[in-house]
């Protein structure tokens, strides 16, 4: 019996990726992804359901509508346009009749002929069209990331101008069979985590290249923490498989060590074996891309307003001031006035990614923009003002907030412990750590110790855990994942601790594990909520009653037993009967205030309450906390 993945199926029988999941949710067949395989029993059910759901369910016969898209052909795949049954018309229920669950009454709305058998998909207030992916690409140094980008352009950007030459913008849209597929072609992380740090998200998805004749690397796990972090799905990319020594087996089972399991072994990574250099693979890698952003169900409004970042800003000789903007939302006008950071300009020019000018640009374009007077960074983020003074309006605000935060930071710039960082106690946190250390071998333990520390009030996630020196990488990885880096016998140069400094991260150096360890614990004790007892401390007798002006009575008495303290907890007693408790605000020898008193001794006890009484017994007892198993 042969099985057949799922967007097989889905294409083969005209269905999208999203129904055939439904159908599969409603038979209760697990699966992982679209790209998880079915057994053949299970394909001749969907192909009934599928045939008896008829017009219904079928998604490709209608024709695509490119709602303000600039480029019809950069259009999503018709699948995407589902046909909406008729709405069900629903009678509000008054809150009394409310219905109560599997009882229906009489206000429950009941499906009219006009409704469709199957439930209807809720479909979004306002239909919002779907918008391209945008992929990041990140591994290691050497692993194909240029070369794999370099394939991806020459084989599906359209044939540039005559003349014309194509100008590095930091992104391209590649065409598909399935649409239009954006990559930032920045390679490396550092423009991703650049963006990232300055708190926007650009990339939809992020492809890791491994090269199969190396594996794993240094950088290849940090680009994992990096897409982990932005919570951007991930494909992973086994380049330069065509090498004689690649070794595709020995990657994935490699990623299983990060707990990263490929689909084939069970898991829901996608794998896709690639060469950059005969091409093997990559119309896979792209049809993958397609399929995870079709799950995805990225949508954008090229109606709505604009949001964009800058992707990479520069200045030409010539032209000036250039800025590469992906449109996020909304549609970009030549003649808009833009804001980014405390500064703006107006549009007076603005290409496409193949050097070729337009006019608009809506959302997944990256466009580059001539009309800053400033050079933008990498990740700021954009948005358009109505008019030069409204954009003036955003920017003196802007300046107010900078101030205001810069203030507050000079004020909380005293040295935060590790106590701060894990927050008030009681409270489930997660802290996220990212681990440096001199050798393998202590990175190993410090794991394996943080690991066994987790309790269920304090989750543990090291995002990243690397043998040498902390970098500009981790702390921007940190700054964007709040998280705190620590350091076991590495230290961080001097720019990564003034990096540090400037984005308010966190790094702690260690030179004694026990030390760090001994931390750790008393940070994960100290946010477990702490039990309190009353422990019994003593009892002194009221020998007299002393007037005073200010305190009011104060009872002059003898210490029986044990010791009393101030704030301790008291209880009067008269006879048998207890006539006050309350608290022992003060408490004196002679003229001094002393914190402790003890048996033998006399002493003058303030209670706070003025009908205390010769002869009275006062019992002092305090809270202590408790040591949990
Ligand atoms: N045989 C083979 N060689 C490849 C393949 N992909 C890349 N290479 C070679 O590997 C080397 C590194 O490729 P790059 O594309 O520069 O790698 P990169 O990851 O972009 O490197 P950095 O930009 O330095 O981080 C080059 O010599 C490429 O020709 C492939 O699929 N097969």
């Known amino acids: 019996m042969s099985k057949v993945r799922i967007y097989t199926l889905a294409k083969e029988l005209g269905v999208d990726n999203h129904k055939m999941l439904e159908i599969l949710d409603g038979l209760g067949v697990a699966y992982k992804s679209v790209s998880s395989t079915i ?9 009934q359901i599928v045939a008896e759901e008829g017009a219904s369910v079928t998604g490709g016969e209608v024709a695509e509508t490119p709602a303000a898209a600039p480029d019809p052909a950069a259009v999503a795949p018709a699948a995407e346009q589902r046909e909406k049954p008729a709405p069900v018309p629903v009678v509000e229920p008054a809150p009394s009749q409310m219905p109560i669950e599997g009882q229906p009454t009489e206000a429950e709305p009941v499906p009219t002929e006009a409704a469709p058998a199957a439930p209807a998909p809720a479909a979004p207030a306002k239909e919002i069209p779907h918008r391209a992916p945008v992929v990041t690409i990140m591994g290691h140094v050497d692993h194909g990331k240029t070369s794999l980008l370099d394939y991806i352009r020459h084989t599906r950007v359209a044939a540039k101008e005559a003349g014309g030459i194509t100008q590095h913008v930091g992104a391209f849209e590649a065409k598909t069979s399935k649409g239009k597929i954006v990559f930032i072609d920045t390679p490396g992380h550092e423009a991703f985590t650049t963006i990232r740090a300055r708190g926007a998200n650009v990339a ?5 290249v491994i090269a199969a004749d190396d594996s794993l690397m240094p950088q290849t796990r940090e680009a994992i923490a990096h897409a982990q972090a932005a919570k951007v799905p991930m494909i992973v990319a086994i ?4 090498l004689p020594q690649a070794d595709p087996e020995k990657v994935k089972t490699d990623l299983t060590q990060l707990n990263l399991v490929p689909e084939e072994y ?8 690639v060469s950059a250099k005969t091409g093997e693979g990559v119309e896979d890698l792209l049809e993958y891309i397609s399929l995870t952003a079709e799950l995805e169900d990225l949508r954008a409004d090229p109606k709505g307003n604009f949001g964009g970042v800058i992707i990479e800003g520069k200045v030409d000789k010539q032209a000036g001031v250039l800025a590469t903007v992906m449109v996020q939302e909304g549609t970009l006008h030549v003649g808009d006035f833009l804001v980014v950071g405390e500064n703006y300009g107006k549009i007076k020019a603005m290409t496409d990614s193949n050097g070729g000018r337009i006019k608009e640009a809506g959302p997944s374009t990256p466009v580059q923009i001539l009309g800053f007077s400033e050079v933008p960074s990498s990740g700021e983020k954009v948005q358009s003002a109505k008019n030069e003074h409204a954009a ?12 205001d935060e810069e203030d507050a930071r000079e004020r909380r710039k ?3 412990s590790l106590e701060d960082i894990l927050g008030p106690i009681g409270e489930v946190r997660t802290v996220n750590l990212i681990l440096r250390a001199d050798t393998q071998g202590s990175v190993e333990a410090i794991q ?3 690991a066994r520390k987790e309790s269920e009030e304090v989750k543990i996630n ?3 855990a690397g043998i040498g020196a902390p970098t500009e990488g981790d702390v921007l990885l940190a700054s964007t994942a709040e998280a705190t880096i620590l350091c076991f016998s590495v230290t961080p140069s001097g720019a990564v601790t003034k990096m540090a400094e400037s984005k308010g991260v966190d790094i702690k150096s260690y030179r004694i594990i026990y030390e760090m360890i001994d931390e750790v614990d008393r940070l994960i004790k100290g946010n477990i909520e702490p039990v309190f007892e009353e422990q019994y401390l003593g009892r002194a007798e009221v020998r007299m009653v002393i007037r005073h002006p200010k305190s009011g009575n104060i009872a002059g008495s003898y210490v029986t037993d044990g010791s009393l303290k101030r704030n301790a907890k008291a209880v009067v007693t008269r006879g048998k009967q207890v006539v006050y408790e309350g608290t022992i605000i003060g408490l004196k020898r002679f003229k001094d205030d002393v914190r402790e008193v003890q048996q033998g001794y006399e002493c003058g006890i303030n209670l706070d309450w003025n009908d205390v009484m010769e002869g009275d017994i006062i019992e002092a007892s305090e809270m202590v906390e408790v040591e949990q198993a």
């Open 392 to 403: 003036r309006e955003v920017i003196a605000q802007r300046v107010d907030v900078r101030r």
């Open 39 to 47: 057994e053949e029993d299970t394909v001749e059910l969907i192909k």
């Open 239 to 242: 380049n330069k498989v065509d």
């Open 462 to 464: 090291v995002m990243l």
């Open 448 to 450: 394996g110790i943080l």
């Open 266 to 273: 069970g898991g829901d990574l996608i794998v896709v074996p």
């Open 204 to 208: 939809d998805i992020a492809i890791i």
């Open 414 to 416: 005293a040295q935060r």
